[in-house]
C-alpha cells in the first residue's frame, strides 16, 4: 500500500541542512497496524505528515498504491489525501466554534456528500462511538477522553483506507486511554490500515510491527512480538 | 511608574508594528479630517463674531405679507432706522447700510480710471455700532456729510499707493461730484457677513433718502440695544410703529386703510436677527454675501465625528481582538500580583501613547494638505490659523479624548480577564468580546453605507441642477457690463455693429441677469383688488430672443410696436394675477421709481408671457416676473445697465477681441468688461460643489479608515483561526472552502450594515432634498449601488486576507508548541 524509498527531508537553516529524515525506506501493506516510537524531536511526527501528504520530502519517492505521489502537483496530492487518508491528532484539533456532530460531519462535506446521506453516515458513526447524547455539545463541554474520541469518529467518518494517529493518547490519562487504543483495534480488525505515534509502550502491542526512529534514522522495524522482547 | 507604564506601551508598539502602523494611520487620517473640517467649522461659526458688543446687536428683517403668502426680506424701508431708534427707549443706536449687488463702482482718480466690487453706502453711526477700528479720521465726523467715504487700509493703499489719502478726491463716471476721503479703517476680516472695500457716506445717496418711505424696502437696518434688553420685548413694539406710520403711506398708494389692507391678507411684519446668527442662520431676500448654512455645518461636524469614530473603532476592535494574545500577559500579571487598575492603566496609556503620536502627524498632515483643502472648501486657511493657541488646545483635548474613547473599551475588557480562565484558554474565544466587535464593525459599515448613497445623491443632484433645462440658454453667452455709460443713441448704434460681427448671432440690452437678482415690483390688474408683487427686469428688443427664451402667447418687444407702456409677464405672474387670457390686459404700478414722467398713470399694457425660467438657483421656486421696456431704464431711457451677446462656439477668443476693439472705439470712460454667462450660474452652486466635493472626499476617507480596520480584523480572524484552518485543510477543505469560510461572517455584518443604513440614508436624503425647491425623486439605484460598493469593497478586503490564510500549510498551523 505504502512504499517509501530512500526519503529525506531537511529544514534550511541559515546556510546548514538541520536533518530530520534521512534515508527512510518502508513498505507498509495494506490492513496492518504499525507503530512508530523514538524519542521527542526524532521525526516521528515529520514522517507522518509526508505518509498524510501534509507534507513532502526533499528526496526519496513516495508509492500510494503504486501510484507516484512525489511527482504529483498539490492539487492531486490533495485529492488522494481527501479519499483516502483520516488524521487523529494529540491535541485532538476540534473546531471550537462546531459541535459534535457538525465536527464529525465535515469531512463529508468537503467530499461533497449530499445532505440526506450525511445525515445517515454521521448518525451511525455517533451511534457506533456511544456519543448520541453528545451530539450537540460543543468541544469545551467534553472530557479530553470523549473529545479524542470524536476526534477518532470524524478521522473515520469518510472511511478512509488509512487512519494516522500521532500521539492519539499523549494527553489523556491511561483508562481513557485505553478506550481510543480499543475503538482504534476494533477499526483495524474491521480492515483499517493504522499508523500510530506514540510514547507509551502500552500501546505497541496492539499493533502488528514496531519502527523505531533515532535522529532521522530507522534505528529499529521490528514486528510487535520482537520488539516487545527486545525491550524486556 | 508613569514612565514605566509608557515604556512599556511604547515596547508594544514596536512589537506588534503591523497592527501600530494601522492605528496609527487610521487616527492619524480620521484626526486629520477632523482638524480640517473643524477649522471649517470654527471659521463658519466666528462670523461677525469679532464685534464686541455684538450680542447687542441686531439686524431688522421684514416678512412682507401678501394674501395666502408671503416674502422675507433683509432690507427694509429706509425711514424705520430712524423712527424705530426715536421711538423705542432701548434703542441705543442705529445705522443703515445700502448694498446694491452686481454693480461695480467706477471711479477716477486723477487720471486712472479704477473700478472696484465691493462698497456700500453707510450712515455715520456705523463705527459706533461695529468693531471696525478707524485707523484715520474721526469716527464721529468721517461719514457725516455727503460725499465723504472711508477706504479701508487696503483699499487705500490699492488707490493711493503710500501717500496720505485724507483729503484726497475720488470722481465717480457718470457724475460730477467728488467724493472726499475721510477715513481709513481695518480691512473687513473674511468672517463678516458684510464686506466692503469703499464706504461711502449714505446722504451721497441723494434726494431719495430724504423722503420718508415705511413702503419699498433698500436699508440694511441694524440696531444696539442697551444691555440686558430682551430683543422680543423691542419686536413686540414694531407693530404699533408700522400702524403709526406707514399706514399714511398704504392708504396713499394702495387706497386702502392700513387694517383694510391687513385684512386683505397683506402687512408688514419686523423682526430681529442676532448679528452674530444672520452668516448661518439668516437665508432672506437680498442678503449682501451668500449666506452660510447652520445644517451645512452640522453636516460637516457629523462627518468629521464619524470619520474619527470610524478610526476608534479601528483601534477598539484590534485591541481586542488582540486579547488572546495580551490575555496571557494578563494571567500573569495579575498571578504575579498586579491590580486590574494598574493593567488598566498600562493598555489606557498605550492607546493615549498612540492617540497622540497620530496627533503629531495629523498636524503635520493637516498642514500639508491645506492649500488643498482651501481649494475644496473654498477658504483660505493658513499656517497660523493651525497654530493657534485656541486650535491647538482643542486639537490636544480631541487627541486625549480619542485615546479615552478608543483605550477605554479594551483597558476595561482586558483587566476584567481572570488569570485561571485565561490560562485554561477560555476567554481566548470569549464570544462576548466578538459580538462587541460585530456590533462596532456594523457600526462603522453603516457609517460607511450611509455616507456613500448620500454622496451620490449629492451627485445627482448637483448634476440636475446643471443639466436642468433653465428656460434659456446661458451656454454661449457673454454679458457686457455697460453700466449705461453709453447714450441711448451709442447703445443703439453699439448693438447693432455688435450684431455685425461675424460670430455674434443675437444682441441684447437689460439692467441684470439671471442669477444676479431682480428689483422688486407690483402691478395691479384692473378690476382685481391686490397688488401682485414680483421681480422686474428692464429689456430691450432684442433681449428676450437673445436669451432663447421661449414665448408662451403674444409677443416679445418689438422695434415696430410703441413699447413704452408695454409689460412682457411670465407664467407665474399671469398665474398669480389670476389672468386667463393675459395678452392685451392692462395692469398699473405704484412703483414710480421708474423714471416716470411726474404724475403720469403708470398704465402698461401686457404684451406676452414668456415661459416660466429660472432666474434665480433651483433654491427657490419661479416666481412672477415682468419685462418693462429700456424706454423706461432705470438709468434713462434707451440705456443698458449690460448688454448681452450670444455668439457662436467657433473662435471665441477673436470675437471677444473684436468686440473689444468695438467697444474702445465708442471711447467710453469705462473699461471693457464682460463675464460668461454659464460661469457666473455655476457660481451660484458654489456652496453646493463645496459640499459635493466636502461629502465625497470624506466618504472616501470614511471608507478607507473603515476597510484599514477590517483588512486587521481579517488578519487576525484568519490568525486566530489559524488552528481552525489547518483542521480544515487536514479534512479535506480546499482554498477557496477556506475564503469562503473566513469571508462570509464579515460579509454577514456588512449586509446587517446594508439594512441599518438604508432607511436611515432614505430619511436623511428625503429631509435634505427638501431644502431645494427643484430636486430629483428619490431613487432606488443608489441604495444598490451604495450596497454593493459596501459589500464589494469589503470582500475585497476581506478576501485578500482570507486568501492568504488559505495558502498556509497546516502542518505549521498544527504544530504543538
Ligand atoms: N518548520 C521547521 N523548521 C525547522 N525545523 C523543524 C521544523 N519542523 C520540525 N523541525 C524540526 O524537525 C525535528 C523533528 O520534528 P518532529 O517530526 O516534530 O519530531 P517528533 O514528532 O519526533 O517529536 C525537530 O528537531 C524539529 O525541531
Ligand atoms: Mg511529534
Known amino acids: 500500500m505504502i512504499s517509501l524509498k530512500n526519503i529525506e527531508r531537511f529544514y534550511n537553516q541559515g546556510l546548514q541542512k538541520a536533518w530530520v529524515l534521512r534515508d527512510i525506506s518502508i513498505d507498509i501493506e495494506e490492513g496492518s497496524f504499525v507503530t512508530i516510537m523514538g524519542p521527542s524531536g526524532s521525526g516521528k511526527t515529520t514522517l507522518l505528515n ?6 513532502q520530502p526533499n528526496n526519496g519517492e513516495y508509492y500510494f498504491f503504486d501510484e507516484p505521489v512525489h511527482k504529483f502537483r498539490e492539487r492531486k496530492r490533495t485529492e ?23 465536527n464529525i460531519e465535515t469531512p463529508l462535506l468537503y467530499k461533497n456528500v449530499p445532505r440526506s446521506q450525511r445525515r445517515a453516515i454521521v448518525a451511525d458513526i455517533l451511534d457506533r462511538f456511544n456519543i448520541v447524547a453528545k451530539k450537540d455539545l460543543f468541544p469545551h463541554q467534553l472530557s479530553g477522553g470523549q473529545q479524542q474520541l470524536v476526534g477518532v469518529a470524524r478521522a473515520v467518518v469518510g472511511k478512509p483506507k488509512l487512519l494516522l494517529a500521532d500521539e492519539p493518547t499523549g494527553n489523556l490519562h491511561s483508562t481513557q486511554g485505553k478506550i481510543i487504543m480499543d475503538t482504534l483495534a476494533e477499526l483495524h480488525k474491521e480492515g483499517i490500515t493504522i499508523i500510530q505515534v506514540t510514547h507509551d509502550e502500552n500501546n505497541i502491542k496492539y499493533g502488528d510491527r514496531v519502527i523505531e526512529l533515532w535522529d532521522g534514522f530507522i534505528k529499529n522495524d521490528l514486528k510487535t512480538a520482537e520488539a516487545l522482547s527486545a525491550s524486556q | 511608574m508613569l514612565t514605566n507604564y509608557i515604556k512599556l506601551a511604547w515596547r508594544n508598539l514596536i512589537r506588534n508594528k503591523n497592527y501600530s502602523i494601522i492605528n496609527i494611520v487610521g487616527l492619524t487620517i480620521g484626526l486629520a479630517c477632523f482638524m480640517l473640517i473643524m477649522l471649517y467649522v470654527n471659521h463658519e461659526w466666528s462670523y461677525d463674531k469679532f464685534h464686541g458688543d455684538g450680542d447687542q446687536i441686531y439686524r431688522v428683517g421684514l416678512e412682507r405679507k401678501y394674501p395666502g403668502r408671503s416674502r422675507s426680506y433683509a432690507i427694509i424701508p429706509h ?14 443706536e442705529s445705522c443703515r447700510l445700502f448694498f446694491f449687488g ?4 467706477q471711479f477716477k482718480i486723477e487720471d486712472q480710471s479704477y473700478e472696484e466690487s465691493s462698497f456700500m453706502w453707510s450712515d455715520s453711526t456705523f463705527f459706533k455700532l461695529f468693531d471696525i477700528t478707524l485707523l484715520q479720521g474721526d469716527p464721529s465726523q468721517v461719514l457725516n456729510l455727503p460725499n465723504q467715504v472711508v477706504l479701508t487700509e487696503s483699499a487705500a493703499r490699492k488707490y493711493f499707493g503710500q501717500s496720505d489719502p485724507l483729503g484726497k478726491t475720488i470722481l465717480p463716471l457718470n457724475q460730477n461730484q467728488p467724493l472726499v476721503v475721510s477715513g481709513v479703517c481695518d480691512d473687513i476680516p473674511e468672517n463678516s457677513h458684510f464686506k466692503f472695500n469703499i464706504l461711502i457716506s449714505s446722504s451721497s445717496l441723494g434726494p431719495f433718502l430724504q423722503q420718508p418711505n415705511y413702503l419699498s424696502f433698500s436699508a440694511y437696518t441694524y440696531i444696539k440695544l442697551t444691555e440686558n434688553t430682551d430683543p422680543e420685548v423691542v419686536e413686540r413694539q414694531f407693530p404699533d410703529l408700522v400702524v403709526k406710520y406707514a399706514s399714511g403711506q398704504v392708504l396713499n ?6 387694517e383694510e389692507y391687513q385684512a386683505q391678507g397683506n402687512g408688514y411684519r419686523y423682526f430681529l436677527q442676532p448679528l452674530y446668527d444672520i452668516h448661518l442662520t439668516s437665508n432672506l431676500e437680498a442678503e449682501m454675501r451668500v449666506p452660510g ?7 460637516f461636524c457629523i462627518i468629521a465625528f464619524m470619520i474619527l469614530i470610524i478610526a476608534c473603532i479601528n483601534f477598539m476592535n484590534l485591541a481586542t481582538a488582540r486579547s488572546a494574545g495580551r490575555g496571557r500577559e494578563v494571567g500573569i500579571r495579575k498571578t504575579l500580583g498586579s491590580n486590574r487598575l494598574s493593567i488598566g492603566a498600562q493598555f489606557l496609556m498605550e492607546a493615549i501613547l498612540i492617540s497622540l503620536c497620530a496627533t503629531v502627524l495629523a498636524w503635520g498632515v493637516t498642514s500639508t494638505v491645506l492649500p488643498y483643502f482651501n481649494t475644496l472648501a473654498g477658504k483660505q486657511f493658513i499656517l497660523q490659523d493651525v497654530l493657534q493657541g485656541r486650535f491647538i488646545s482643542m486639537v490636544i483635548v480631541v487627541a486625549l479624548l480619542t485615546g479615552l474613547l478608543a483605550g477605554l473599551y479594551p483597558a476595561l475588557s482586558l483587566s476584567s480577564f481572570k488569570p485561571v480562565e485565561v490560562m485554561r484558554g477560555q476567554l481566548i474565544h470569549s464570544r462576548q468580546g466578538r459580538s462587541v466587535r460585530n456590533g462596532l464593525v456594523i457600526f462603522q459599515f453603516s457609517i460607511s453605507v450611509f455616507l456613500i448613497v448620500a454622496s451620490l445623491f449629492v451627485y445627482q443632484q448637483w448634476l440636475f441642477t446643471q443639466n436642468k433645462s433653465l428656460g434659456f440658454e446661458k451656454d454661449g453667452v457673454i454679458n457686457l457690463n455697460t453700466t449705461g455709460a453709453l447714450d441711448r443713441i451709442e447703445s443703439e448704434s453699439f448693438k447693432n455693429e455688435l450684431l455685425r460681427l461675424p460670430n455674434v448671432i443675437a444682441v441684447g440690452g437689460c439692467n441684470s441677469q439671471p442669477g444676479q437678482g431682480y428689483f422688486g415690483i407690483s402691478f395691479k390688474a384692473n378690476g382685481a383688488n391686490e397688488m401682485t408683487t414680483g421681480s422686474g427686469l428692464i429689456v430691450d428688443e432684442g433681449y428676450i430672443e437673445c436669451m432663447d427664451m421661449e414665448m408662451v402667447t403674444g409677443r416679445s418687444f418689438s422695434k415696430s410696436f410703441m413699447d413704452t407702456l408695454s409689460l412682457v409677464i411670465n407664467e407665474s405672474a399671469a398665474r398669480e394675477m389670476g389672468l386667463e387670457d393675459p395678452v392685451g390686459k392692462r395692469v398699473t404700478s405704484s412703483d414710480n421709481f421708474l423714471n416716470t414722467v411726474p404724475g403720469e398713470v403708470n398704465n402698461y399694457t401686457i404684451v406676452g408671457v414668456v415661459k416660466d425660467f429660472h432666474f434665480q438657483s433651483l433654491h427657490h421656486k419661479i416666481s412672477p416676473l415682468f419685462f418693462v421696456h429700456n424706454q423706461r431704464s432705470l438709468l434713462g431711457a434707451g440705456i443698458d445697465n449690460q448688454i448681452s451677446v450670444r455668439i457662436s462656439s467657433e473662435d471665441v477668443e477673436s470675437t471677444l477681441a473684436s468686440m473689444g476693439s468695438l467697444w474702445r472705439s465708442m471711447e467710453s470712460e469705462v473699461p471693457f468688461s464682460f463675464t460668461f454667462m454659464d460661469q457666473e450660474w455655476a457660481n451660484l452652486y458654489e456652496k453646493e460643489i463645496t459640499t459635493r466635493r466636502v461629502s465625497s472626499l470624506f466618504t472616501i476617507i470614511a471608507i478607507f479608515i473603515a476597510c484599514l480596520g477590517l483588512l486587521a480584523l481579517a488578519a487576525f480572524t484568519a490568525e486566530q483561526k489559524m488552528k481552525e484552518i489547518g483542521v480544515r485543510k487536514v479534512l479535506g477543505a480546499s482554498s477557496l472552502d477556506i475564503v469562503t469560510m473566513l469571508s462570509r461572517n464579515f460579509l454577514k455584518l456588512v449586509i446587517v450594515s446594508i439594512l441599518i443604513a438604508t432607511p436611515l440614508a432614505w430619511y436623511a436624503i428625503k429631509q435634505w432634498l427638501t431644502n431645494f425647491a427643484y430636486s430629483i425623486p428619490m431613487q432606488i439605484w443608489p441604495f444598490i449601488i451604495g450596497a454593493f460598493l459596501a459589500l464589494f469593497i469589503a470582500f475585497l478586503t476581506v478576501s485578500i486576507q482570507s486568501y492568504r490564510a488559505a495558502r498556509i500549510s497546516p502542518i505549521h498551523a498544527l504544530k504543538d508548541e
Do not use: P
Request: glycine share 8%.
Open chain 2, 102 to 105: 452686481g454693480n461695480n463702482f
Open chain 2, 293 to 299: 448654512s447652520k445644517s451645512r455645518v452640522y453636516f
Open chain 2, 79 to 92: 425711514s424705520y432706522g430712524e423712527a424705530i431708534k426715536e421711538e423705542i427707549s432701548s434703542v441705543e
Open chain 1, 50 to 55: 509526508i505518509i498524510g501528504m501534509l507534507d
Open chain 1, 80 to 102: 488522494l489525501h481527501k479519499h483516502y487518508i483520516g488524521f487523529i491528532f494529540q491535541a485532538y484539533h476540534l473546531i471550537d466554534d462546531l459541535t459534535v456532530y457538525e
Open chain 2, 253 to 258: 398708494h394702495f387706497g386702502v386703510n392700513y
